[in-house]
Structures are given as structure tokens and as C-alpha cells.
């Protein structure tokens, strides 16, 4: 059988999404078979140059005809048009995998995790970095409790492409399209991972309170190409203090005006046998200190061959890239789909990184803590 | 003429200070003469042997009697003793240096602020990481604007030393005696240290804002060397976010539960044109991110002849310690004693340090952000 | 048109390269089309499974035909069978481009690099760290006299899969298979990536003279699944001193029996303008040094968009691997082919580097330091 | 008893052992009580000044008188001064601690050596470095097998003070007065440091054969304050490959050209089951590698209260400094005149030393690998 996957979104994700498609055959022969069968846009010429380089058989400008006809429907376009395809094609029956955030808004992620819990077909959100093999190995310390009880996790995710006034509006300065800027685009990553990786109830639990700050630095920016300025109506960084279930504190923060940091998404996790740390720019490494046998942190290549996915690639110190983990993640959720098993991280998985979001963002309008749910 | 120093305090903070007024002689040649005249404490037995070996020339169990006789008072002992002894000595017109924080209590804190002012002679809190080369290389970098606008402001510093929980109870985990715990400990550094740095007006400003969470991860301690448990009524750790008046924002941590960290003091800056980070565990070094010049961030060995303090020193690459900091301290006080200049930071800085916090204590009772002041 | 491809080799580097020819249409559009035509080897059910899982039209057992038939011939085999079929397909007119050490003899790689003279024909080594971006990166400042003149050079590649004694034997511990052992295998990528950087006539120029120093730790080891010991005849281990054309000096290292380290590539520079440094399991960054802007090094994330290569792949901080490497390799090399432009690394280059290999081994054996011819 | 001391030179050295004479008292109360007796020197204005500065009681610008008269004598000065002194002070049955490289030539040495085998009577060589605690760390490890069998050794001792060709020339660069250049001053602490660590019979052993480099990359220098140029007949750099007794292996470098670099010395080694790394920048940390219990190198801030010398200092985590080895090393040496006992490194280290300096000069002259006597 061979899977024929729908693709709506042909820019960065689109590609990424495509690559990986394209590399399970060489390197995951166990991985479903997959056609980039279509490919869904809505200017025709961009879209038909797209698939020609991203490998797809045709393309679609209307994607309620192709979310009935293909086999897997993945939603990779700007948050504003993530529910009404998703939840179109859960109705129809096809798995889908969706971009992170789920939605622009808590209520639209409601409504696509009901419509995917509905349907009863494997379902996924994109938190691609659950699949870095360092993140992997870090989850496997902290499930053998390895850092025994958890007191502290910090996340931050620090970019710096809107530190100049004058780098142009784009949907993501948007309120409607992108719902908020760096706490939905950075900070629904940071959220995920903590989930991921402390949220089982015999470590941290779920975060149960937070205290948001959101801040926007610039109030409007150019149009690209026009005289024309537009309103940045979402934040260009957010922190926040998180109280998790079993007691652990937390510190998230996300930025886009971090100058010197492109993409560094950082995790650190201190609990009472020990301490992690990780850096996604520097993504095959993990830190880890274990009081038991370290005296400091130790940086671990997560390069071995018994390493997550590494014997699916190269000698160990022979590095990744950050685009494996679309393939690791692609790989997941084609053979959970084969299969018809459940896939994590799922729309529900996406609904909870929304409401703790959202919280954030409800605490910055009142000015005080908020509980989660 | 010789000044005669009187130290209530001999233990860490009066073995630190005493080493570094004896080493003043051979490398800060133009420095005031001192005498390391007497040692106040309480037990005369442990007193005498302590004078012996710092090099004092007498001892005294009554502070009340030396605040008088002394050219500078110096009170090193527990927060709790910091405001009587302190505002006796400047009520005599005696100058006054004392450790951090200025006070348990933010209203003891505003008595001795108030007594400094009244007696118009010079008095300093020992914040000493004002004094770490780098820290003043990062001082002159922000000064001349070499950062631009600042944005982001973070803070932290961990330690580990609490993380068993069988680790003895002391006068720091109680709130009488210590007023608070982590936040007053190792925060106050943190905020006087990002005070310093940024908090001119043509920066960041002053803090205006803060939301705070304090947590105490284990209730009660043993009392060393017998089964008695008593309760730790200060906290383990503390969480805050901050907005500076000039739309900054900040976070801010600390924790004695942190496995891993010994005394990791750590400051990030960025701001419109470039970055800082630094950690008191490589103390020498400041990584520096100039947008114009830099795409990373470049490690600068603060060891050059014409780095703050160093040409006192060693040549180039001869690295300093975390005890210079107080020879420094100290040169730069006692300096301002014989002048008669004014010293920062002094009590008042102190007091705004300690605002901070008691904004922070205060948020964290309330669930909600509290205005500082 | 379309390039036929055939291909001897089909492990690792196989696989390595099979990946990088799979890749180029998606993400170097300009690249020639490549057809991966036929995969060559000895054992048929092997190369079956190998050829349907890299993506090959077919496969083959017998080098002779294939040279002569397809439009470009990657030589990927074990040393030993380098020169035979790549003199063959060069004597045909069909472009070579082969894995390094170009030969297990300076003899035979005499030979083959007078076979590509002759044939005038593209022809390449494959020395794929020349095309890590950062690599690239530096070779522009070098190029551009950001470092001034050279003075010292450092290479040094570690790995360790063999400093367990009862790592099996393989065709790397055989003289006669492999030539030399860490000194061909890992040397000559150090010794590539020298000339690239430094060798210009502007730079440092060539290496002139060597000192040599051979050593193999473990003189025998078990065949894999039997009691048979087998001897190491070849080294485990070089060091080499160098004295370049123009005056600068370096040291050279490689190890499999460096504790710790799987893929440890490190070269270091420094020059009277400023210093580099770069390690393969890094391969992001580049450390630069530059005295007329920096004081320390500045950890440069070659990622932006203007950096080699970086606009074919993923935005700024989105890391590439290890595998990216042949990919740029593999573009530049076939590009070459379509346009009948000369390729540099060259068999003149791979014969170059063996040159310096071969000086190290003799004057290992002299004890003295040996010429360059 | 109190040790009277008399100190020959007063510049930097002078007044990095005063300072650690001066600190005993305060850190290390069972060191022996010493009195900076006299200062030794020619400039009488200057020698007095320093006096005062450093705390001596006396001058002397006769070190005949002296080195009879004091109980402990201290060789400080430039190295074409250590011979006589020397050996006069011992001839008269006092106790010698003698600056590094024990002398500018073998054979200057070789009669230290015998006149201090001769006397009887404590003396010791002045390699500080042993005395860091992550030094002694790090002996600790290597005595306890931690390392297994060592395999590779690498010193690298990497300074920039000289690559301006307009610096000034000083003794240092007199090949009369210095004996070596970067060998002798920088080399010289390497060679003692690896014999230190790896020297045990049952680690490395001695290193046997050398094959050496060296280089001056500016013939001559201005002299300060004139316009005549002096010629530079020391090395500006050197590099050498050593063969350990046992069969390890190792490389050596230094050099005053290393632009960026400031006093970054290096000790790099790999056993059968663990590696090590040290710099002296950052002289606080031990990175360690333990194959039974890591997969990668950690970081060890030694500055517990039970790592070597941490206890007569600070807390955990509050590092010491590069003048803090003296402390040590003073330490060691007086407990050792106090006692009788012996100390190491003694002028026999320091003419073990020197053999591994004039084999590798040998070597560079002849071109060829030499024996070590």
C-alpha cells in the first residue's frame, strides 16, 4: 500500500515536510510507502513551479476536494487557515498532521481537537523538536528518573529578525492571521517540550498556573516594497512564571529581538539527582549532570548507534541536522497511520499547548496569575 | 593618617573583607593606610583565634563601644544585626560598610537608609560583584551605548546546596533572622547587579514593575547534630519577571536547589545593537555580541592592562579570582572614606535593592504584578 | 540531459553519497539531472538490496562495462580498488571522482592523477569537509588577508572505535587494503583541508618539510565471530610537524584511540591579523578571531543567508550535518561534468596530499625530517 | 621559629612570591611563620621602593652576604642569574627555591642540580602550575587508574605578545641571557607538567626521544625608547613530538605569536579508559572524560571543599586565581624547609626539565629525532 499524502502550504514547511517525505525510502525502508500526491495552494504558477522542486504528481487550488481524496491530509499553511481544512478532513475521515500553534485561537483549537477525538483517525500537531535524538535521550533520563524529583525548568527560544524597525510587516505581525507572534510561534514549541519531557505525572505533571508578560517592542513596520505602514498587532516577546502540578517552578521566555541569536531554543531542567541542558543550535549535543556520577555537566554527542534514530543514519560523530526531525517525526506519524495507532504529539497534545498560551496571554491582560483550564 | 577598622563579623564575609584590607599595601599602593584595628563578635574564645589569624590588633564583645572609637564601622554579621550596630555607628559619624542584604526587613532597610542620609558620611553595601573587572568592562560597553536600546534583561544565579534535604538547617532558612531566603541571598546580587548595569536612565531605568513566585521545596531541616527538626521559613527559590521603566523587560531567578551549580551567577543582556552574557564561575571572561562587529558572541578575557583594576594585577591572561572583587570593593570605600566622597553602591542603593525584593515577596502573597514603591 | 551515474561502493560512503545525488533536485535546481544509474559490487543479493534502498536503476558485478557506459563513475570502494577502475573509466573519457586517499601508494596515485592529466577529463577526491560552509567561510576571510600572514597550523582528527583492543579487525588495520591506517584515513582530510585554507602562494603556501611519527597501540585483533587474531599493519595512530613554503610551522594528529572523541576534526590557525578555529562536530560554527575587532573569539553560527550554501537549505539557525557536505560536493563535482569546468579537490589534489602522507610515513621510518618533492 | 627569607628579583616574580609569603598566615596557619627578610637587586632606589611595597624589612644589593645570612633563598631573577646564587646559597647550606627554566643552558643546570644533590638541603624549581587544585585533581585521577594505560599526551602553552613586530626587545628575546624563548619560559612549564601528571612509572614514564621545531618569525626588535633595532636570537615558537617510555605519544607547542591568546597553557591527554582536559585560562575547571561512567567530557569546577587546597579558601564555586598557585607552591616549599623534608619539583625536576628543552633544540638543529640522556 502506498500512502498518497496531501499537502496544503509549499513555502518553508512545505519544504521542510517535503524533504522528509522524500527521504524515508533510503532511510527508514520500514516507514509506509508515500506519494507526494498533491500539492495545495492558491496561485497556481508559485504552486506548480513548488511541486516540480518539492517532487509532488499534481497540485490543487481548492483543498476541500483533496482532503476527501487523499490519504493523508498535511495542513502546513499560516495558523489562520490550520481549523477549517483540518477539520474538514477529520470529518472526512483522513488523518491529518497540522503545523504548530493548532490555531490562532483557543477556541479554533478546540474545536479542531473535538473534530480529530471525533474522528478517531491518527492526528498530529508539528512539534518537530520532540524528535531531535538529544531530546529523545533526554526524555529516556527523565522517565528512568534519572534526575530524580524536578524543581526547575526554564525554556527560551530567542531569535533576533525584528531587532531592525525596519524589517518588514508580515502575516506574523498579524493578531487575525497568526493569533499572537513569538509566544505562539516560538513559545507553543517551549511548551511542548516541557510538556514532553517533564509532564508525566510521576515528574513534574502538568503546568497547573502561569503569570504572563507580553511586549511589544515596535508598533508598526513597513510594508515590504510600499511606503505603506502596518500595525504589529501581536507581541515580539513574551516571558512568563509557570507553577507545574507536583510543585516544579518554571520560567519560559521567547524573543525576536535577541540580537546574536538565529534560532536558540534552549531547555534546562535542575531536579533533585540532577540537571539537563539543551540547545537546539547546537542539536546533537545534550548536557546532562547526574549527581550520582558527575561532578558537572557532561556533553553527550547524541550520536551513538544505539542513540534515538541514529542507526538509521550515520557513524556515530558523523552529525544531524535540524532538518532530521522532520524526517524522524514524518516517520512517526506515516506508521502510526499505517498502523492506525495513536500519534503524540496529537491535536490533543496541540489543544494543551493552546490553553496554556492562552493562559499567558490572559495573565498579561490582568495582571495576575491564571490557572490553567 | 591610618584608619582604624572595626569588623563586627568573623566568618566567611569577615575572613573576605580582612584578606582583602591586607592586601591593599602591595597593589593599591595609593589606597588610605588601614589598621585591621578591632574584631567584634560574641564568643570571646572563637573571636581571639579568628583575630590571630585575620590580623586584627584587638577584639571586643560590646559593638555598642566600638562604633564610636572606629575611623570605619564594617558589619558583616547576620541580616539581623544589620540595622542597630549599622545606624549607631552613623549616628557617631562613623562611616559604614555593610554585607548585603542591607536588612531583613524592607522597614529596617528605610531606617538605616534614612540614618546614612541623616549622617552624611560615607556608607556602602557590599554589593561586591560591582567590582569584578568584567563586570565593569560590561558597565563601560552599556555607558557608551555599545548595546543601543536594551531589551531584555536576565538574571540568575544557582546553587546547589540545599538540594538534599538532609542538609542542616541554619540561620539562612529562617525568616527572622534572614529575612528571606534564596531571593534575599543570592537576589539581591541579581538586582543590584542588573541596577547597576542597566538602570541609568539613558538605559534600561529603574525596575518598575515585578510579578514574583517564591517556592520552598522542603519544609523543615535537621538541627546539626541532634534529631531535632526546625522549619525553613524562607524560600528555596524565587521566580520573577520585571518591567524596567523605559519598556525592558526581565526575568529574574535564584535557587539553592539547583543540582549541579555551586555559585553561577549568571547576567544576559541584549538590546538593540548587540548582547551580554556573564557568570561568576568564569568571572574573568564577558562574552560580548556587537551587531556591527560581531555575528556571535565573542569571549573577552578581561585581563588586559587596561581593564578595570587589572594593571594592579598580573599581565594578560593571569587570571583573578572571586576574592579581588573585595580588594576592589574595599580600595574604592575606603578611598571615599579618606576623601570624603560619596560611595556606590551605598545604603541607598541598598535600599533600592531591597524594594525590589520586598515587590517581589509582596507579588508572590498577592498573585498579582506590584509597582516598586 | 540527464547524467547516468554508476557507482562502485555501497556502504557507507555509498549510501553518503547515493543520499547527496538523491537530494540535489529539491534543493540545487540548477544542479545537471542525475540518474543513479548503476550500482557496482561484488555480491548480487547484497547490491540488490542496496541498490533498491539508494534508489538505482540497476545493478552490476563487473567494473570493466560500467566505466565505459555511464557519463560519470564514482569510485567508492576501499583504498586498494581505487586506482584500477578509476585509471580504466579515465582512459574511457568518463569524469572520476573518487574517494579519499586517493590510493593506498604514492605510486598508484601517481598513476591515476597522471590518468586524469592525460585524460583531460573532470575529475575529483573527495574531500567533502573543503564544503562545510563554515570551511567555505573561512577560506574567505584567509582569502581575503583577515588573518595576515600565517604563522601556525594545527590539524588534528580523533576518533575512538578502536582503543578497545578487542575491537575486531577490519581492511583500515591492513597495509595492504587501507595503506596506512589513522595517517591515510583521517590525515588526509586534515591534510586536504590545509592545503585549502593556508596553501595559496598569498598564504602560507605549501608544506615543505615534514617529521613524522607513526604508532600502532595494538599490534593484533580478533576476526569478527572467530578465535583468529589478525595483525594491525598499519598505524592507529600519526603525529607530524610541518614547515609550510612561506615560514609558518604546524602540527598534525590523528587518532582511533582518542577516548571520547567519535569525529573530532579540528583545524586552528593563527596569523598576525588574527586566528580560526573549527571542529567537524561543530560543524555550524567557525570561532574567529580577528585582532583588529575582536579581542577573544566570536563563535560565528554559519547559517545566514549569505552564507555558502545556507540559501539552498533552511533559514538562519537551522542547523545543516554532516551529510550536507556531500551534497555541496556532489553539486559542485557534477556541475563541473555538465559544464566540462575543471573540479577542484583534484586527483592533482588528492595526489598532493598523498605526497605529504607518504613524506610523514618515510620520515617516520628515517627519523628525520624528509622534503616534500 | 620563624624562617627568614631573602628574595633575589623584585619585578614580576618578586612580587608574586611576596604576595604569597604574605597570605600564609591568613590561609594556611600551619605553614612555618616567615619574614620577607631581605630584597635583593642592584637599583638601590627602586629595590627600596619595592621593599616598601612588598613588605621586606631590608635591602641588599650583594647577594654574597645574603644567600649565607638568610634560612631560605629565593632565585627570582632573569634565568642568566640563577647559576651562581644558586649554588652559592646552597653551597652555604641554605635552602634554594629557584625560578623556571632552571637555566639558560644543560650545562648550568646539570651544576645546580649537583650542588643541590650536594647541599642536602630543601630546594625546589618553581612550577607553580602543579600547584592548581585542578592540576592536582587531575595527578589524582591519573594515580588511580581513572585513565587506564595513556595513549596520547598533548602541552600547549599559546601566548601573542610578540606577533606585533614593533614590540619591544627585551632579555627575553637574548638567547645570552634567556637561554631559549618561548621553549624555555613557556616549554619549560609544559615538560615539568606532563612529567608531573604522566611521568609515574605506571603511567606514561619518562619521555625518551623528542624530534623538535623551532622558529623566530621577526629577527630583530626596536629597543624601547631608541631607534636601534636588537636581533632576536631566541625561538618565537617551537613544536615537538615525544615518545613517552611506556609507549605513549604526545605533542608540544608554544608560542608568543598565537594572536588571541593570552596565557593559555593546555594539557590535553587520552588513556585506555578516560581523557583529560585543562587550560590555564580557565584554571578553575578539570573537563574529564571517564569512558566506565560518561559519554563525554565534563565539566569540573574544582573548588570543593575536598578537592586539593580548596579548604583553606572559599565555598564551593568561589574560584581562585592564577596568583593562588604560589600560595600553594610557598606553602609546600617552606612546610618542606621547615621539616627537612624534601620537595618536589625539585632543581633535579627542573634538570629533567631542561633535558627535554636541549633534546628538542638539539633536534631542531640536527633535523632529526634525539634521545633523552
Keep these: 500500500m502506498t500512502l498518497e499524502v496531501g499537502v496544503l502550504g509549499y513555502r518553508f514547511m512545505g519544504k521542510a515536510h517535503a524533504n522528509a517525505l522524500s527521504r524515508l525510502s533510503m532511510f527508514f525502508p520500514d516507514a509506509p510507502e508515500v506519494e507526494r500526491s498533491v500539492l495545495v495552494g492558491r496561485d497556481e504558477d508559485a504552486l506548480s513551479d513548488a511541486a516540480d522542486q518539492l517532487g509532488f504528481e499534481s497540485i490543487a487550488t481548492d483543498w476541500e476536494a483533496v482532503v ?10 499560516p495558523n489562520h487557515v490550520h481549523a477549517e481544512p483540518s477539520i474538514a478532513a477529520l470529518e472526512a475521515g483522513t488523518p491529518v498532521f497540522c503545523e504548530k500553534p493548532l490555531a490562532p485561537t483557543l477556541a479554533e483549537a478546540e474545536r479542531m481537537a473535538d473534530a480529530a477525538a471525533e474522528a478517531g483517525v491518527p492526528n498530529g500537531t508539528a512539534f518537530n523538536y520532540r524528535f531531535v535524538p538529544a531530546i529523545q535521550h533526554a526524555k529516556g533520563l527523565l522517565e528512568a528518573g534519572e534526575l530524580g524529583e524536578i524543581h526547575h525548568v526554564r525554556g527560551r527560544y530567542l531569535q533576533d529578525w525584528l531587532v531592525d524597525p525596519e524589517a518588514p510587516w508580515s502575516w506574523r505581525n498579524d493578531a487575525e492571521m497568526a493569533g499572537s507572534g513569538a509566544l505562539g510561534d516560538l513559545g507553543a514549541h517551549t511548551v511542548d517540550l516541557l510538556r514532553f519531557l517533564v509532564g508525566d505525572d510521576d515528574l513534574a505533571g502538568e503546568m497547573e498556573r502561569v503569570s504572563g508578560h507580553l ?26 512564571q509557570v507553577e507545574f502540578e507536583h510543585g516544579a517552578m518554571g520560567t519560559l521566555e521567547a524573543s525576536r ?3 546574536g541569536h538565529k534560532n536558540d531554543h534552549t531547555i534546562e531542567i535542575h531536579g533533585s539527582k540532577g540537571s539537563l ?17 558527575n561532578r558537572g555537566y557532561e556533553t553527550v554527542l547524541v550520536t551513538d548507534e544505539d542513540d534515538p534514530y541514529v542507526d538509521h543514519w550515520w557513524p556515530p560523530g558523523h552529525v544531524l541536522g535540524w532538518e532530521h526531525t522532520f524526517v524522524h517525526e514524518n516517520y512517526e506519524f506515516l506508521s502510526a497511520v499505517a498502523s492506525g495507532d495513536t500519534f503524540e504529539p496529537s491535536f490533543a497534545d496541540g489543544l494543551a499547548a493552546q490553553r496554556v498560551l492562552a493562559a499567558i496571554e490572559a495573565s498579561d491582560e490582568k495582571r495576575e496569575w491564571v490557572s490553567i483550564s
Excluded at 481524496?69 to 502546513?76: A, E, G, I, K, Q
Excluded at 541542558?277 to 556520577?293: G, Q
Design 68 to 77: 476527501d481524496d487523499v490519504d493523508v491530509f498535511y495542513n502546513l499553511g
Design 215 to 240: 511586549q511589544t517592542f515596535v508598533d508598526e513596520r513597513p510594508v515590504d516594497g510600499s511606503d505603506e505602514m502596518r500595525s504589529v498587532t501581536v507581541d515580539d516577546a513574551y516571558s512568563a
Design 257 to 259: 529581538f535577541a540580537t
Design 277 to 293: 541542558r539543551f540547545s537546539l543550535e547546537r542539536l546533537n549535543e545534550l548536557e546532562v549532570m547526574r549527581a550520582d556520577e
